[in-house]
C-alpha cells in the first residue's frame, strides 16, 4: 500500500476502515522527512515523540467512535507562524528562536478538535516577509521539482512539505499570496479563504488587515476538508466572520455548466512568461468545453496593486512587530549599556535584512509628513482595487489567472534584486487588498519541469465558487504526478 502517495481523505478513509492506523501514517511521514528533510529542509521543528504519542491516542478516539471525520489520524504540518501550546514557534527568526507559546492558535485546535496529528513546523520567509522561503533564519528550503529552485513563499515550507510528500496536508498563511504562489511553484492545491473565515488568534501577525490562514494540500477534495475543519467563529479575533455556509465540501461537483468566467486582460500582458500564459489560457480552455462561459475582460487598477500593498504591509509590520524588544521573550542581545541599547542591539542581530528594509518602510510611511501622502493614500487605493473586483463580479463567477509570472526561480536570483521579488507577487496581492478568496490548482509543467498553477479567484464569500471550478478542472485534468524526487525516496523507503 502506497500510503504517502494517498490524499489526506483518501487516508483517512482507510484509517477508518481499520485498512492502516494513524500511527502507521505518522511512521511512514517521519520516514519520508528523514529521507528528504537534509535535502530540502521544509521544517523547522520535527516533533517526532510527540507526533507519535497524538497518533496513538487519536487511535484509541477512532476505535472508540469518539472521532469520526475525514481528518483523522492524518498527519499535518503546520507553518512556523501558528503557536502551538509548548512546541517552537520562531516565524523563521532568530528573534523567536527559543520561543514556546502557552497557547494554541484556533485554526490549529479546530484541527486538533477534527483528530489531527501535528508533525512539526514548517520553514517560512522571516515573519511570513519574503517570496521565496529564502529569508529564513533556519536555511533555505528548496523545491522537490527541482532542488536548484525556490518553492515560492511565504508558506514555501507547508507547500514544499505537501509536495515531497512529507506530510499529508499542511497550514500556511496568505498575507500577499504566501499560499497561492508556493502551491504554483511546488504543484499542490492552496486555498486563501474570505479574510475574516479563519480565526487569526494565534497567528503571529504580518500585516493584521491581510493576513489570513488557509490549507495547503495535494487537491481541491482535501483542501475543501481542511478548510471546512478549520473555519469558526472566535470571539478572540475581532476580525472573525460567524458564517453558516461553511459545507464547503458540497462544493466537490463536476459540474460548471453555465459558470460565468472571467480572465483579466491585464493578468495576460507584459512580464508574464509565454509558457505560463499558454497553460493558463488550456486551464481556461478546459472549463470552456465544461460548458462555462468564459470570456477576457480590463480589471484595471492593477498596476497600483502592488505600491498600494507594500505601503499598508510595512506600515502594519513596523507596528506589529515593535513587540519583539528582547525583554519579555525571544532573543535578547548578550553585550548592551542601558535600556535602549538593549532594545537596538537585540532588534538589530535578531531581525534579518527584508523584516528589517520592510520594518523602515513601514516607520518612514507612517511618520509625521508622509502618512498622508503615502498611508492613506494606499489605503484609497485598496477601497479603489476592491470597488474594481465588486463590479467584475456583477458580471462573473470565477475570475482566472495566473498565480505568479514565471514558474519558481532559482536559488538566490530573487534575493539580489528585492524589488524585483516585489513585482512577482502581482497577480495574488490584489486579493488580499480586497479581502477575497483564492485558489492554485496546478495546471501543467513549463520546458524545465517545474509545475505551473492556475490561480482561480472568487468573490467574498463565496469560496464554493471557486471550489466547484477548481474540482471541475481538476476532474479533466486527471492526476496530479509527485516529483521525481519525491518517487526516489518512496523506492528508497521500500
Known sequence: MDLLGMTAVELGRKIKAKEVSATEAVQASLGQIKALEETLNCYVTVDEEGALEQAARIQKKIEDGTLSGPLAGVPVAIKDNMCTEGLLTTCSSKILYNFKPTYTAEAVKNLQKAGAVILGKTNMDEFAMGSTTETSAFGVTKNPWGTEHVPGGSSGGSCAAVAAEECFYALGSDTGGSIRQPSSFCGVTGIKPTYGTVSRYGLIAYGSSLDQI?????????????????????????????????????????????????????????????????????????????????????????????????????????????????????????????????????????????????????????????????????????????????????????????????????????????????????????????????????????????????????????????????????????????????????????
Request: glycine content about 10%; hydrophobic content about 40%; some cysteine.
Open 214 to 494: 488557509g490549507p495547503v494540500a495535494k487537491d481541491v477534495t482535501d483542501c475543501a476538508a481542511v478548510l471546512e475543519a478549520i473555519t469558526s467563529y472566535d470571539k478572540k479575533d475581532s476580525t472573525s466572520v460567524l458564517r453558516k455556509d461553511t459545507d464547503f465540501t458540497a462544493a466537490l461537483v463536476d459540474d460548471v455548466k453555465g459558470m460565468r468566467i472571467g480572465i483579466p486582460r491585464d493578468y495576460l500582458g507584459e512580464g508574464l512568461d509565454p509558457e505560463v500564459e499558454a497553460a493558463i489560457r488550456k486551464a481556461a480552455g478546459i472549463l470552456k468545453d465544461k460548458g462555462a462561459k468564459v470570456e477576457e475582460f480590463d480589471l484595471s487598477l492593477v498596476e497600483y496593486a502592488i505600491p498600494a500593498y507594500y505601503v499598508i504591509a510595512s506600515a502594519e509590520a513596523s507596528s506589529n512587530l515593535a513587540r519583539f524588544d528582547g525583554i519579555k521573550y525571544g532573543y535578547r542581545t548578550e553585550e548592551y549599556d542601558g535600556l535602549h541599547n538593549m532594545y537596538k542591539k537585540s532588534r538589530s542581530e535578531g531581525f534579518g535584512p527584508e523584516v528589517k528594509r520592510r520594518i523602515m518602510l513601514g516607520s518612514f510611511v507612517l511618520s509625521s509628513g508622509y502618512y498622508d501622502a503615502y498611508y492613506l493614500k494606499a489605503l484609497r487605493t485598496k477601497a479603489l482595487i476592491k470597488q474594481a473586483f465588486d463590479r467584475a463580479f456583477e458580471k462573473y463567477d470565477v475570475i482566472l489567472g495566473p498565480a505568479s509570472p514565471s514558474t519558481a526561480p532559482r536559488l538566490g536570483s530573487s534575493l539580489e534584486d528585492p524589488l524585483k521579488m516585489y513585482l512577482g507577487d502581482i497577480y495574488t496581492i490584489s486579493v488580499n487588498l480586497a479581502g477575497l478568496p483564492g485558489m492554485t490548482v496546478p495546471c501543467g509543467l513549463d520546458s524545465q519541469g517545474l509545475p505551473i498553477g492556475v490561480q482561480l479567484i472568487g468573490d467574498c464569500f463565496k469560496e464554493k465558487n471557486i471550489i466547484r471550478a477548481g474540482y471541475a478542472f481538476e476532474q479533466a485534468r486527471g492526476a496530479w504526478k509527485a516529483p521525481e524526487l519525491t518517487e526516489r525516496a518512496k523506492k528508497g523507503a521500500n
